[in-house]
């Protein structure tokens, strides 16, 4: 899908060939991982309160492993709901940008 004018991030990442994944599954790790997420964000700055136990890039860099693995389960809940239950991400993708574009949070 183009995007004329606008700025995208492509990032390809790979169908995991070794796990069986379910939507059931998929979903719980889903939050698993936006927990992490959450905890990399507010825990490892010290905003709960606690001692703040990695400082600097390193804490940045823990953002962005629980980010990837938060999108590497949205990708492998693509695949899931495209095998095993026939929902058509593209037309569903289709559908998002209109949302987008609709909602007025991108301009094309
Ligand atoms: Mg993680």
Excluded: W
């Amino acid at each position: 899908m183009e995007f004329p004018g606008c700025e995208t991030k492509n990032i390809a990442l790979p169908r995991l060939n070794n796990l069986r994944p379910t939507l059931e599954s998929t979903a719980l790790k889903l939050m698993e991982e936006a927990g992490e997420l959450g905890a990399a964000i507010g825990k490892l700055r010290g905003m709960n309160g606690e001692q703040v136990t990695a400082a600097g890039p390193a804490v940045y860099r823990a953002i962005c492993r629980e980010l990837l693995d938060v999108a590497q389960t949205a990708i492998t809940m693509m695949y899931v709901l495209e095998e095993q239950h026939g929902v058509d991400i593209d037309q569903a993708l289709a559908e998002h940008v209109e949302k987008l574009l609709a909602k007025g949070y991108l301009k094309l």
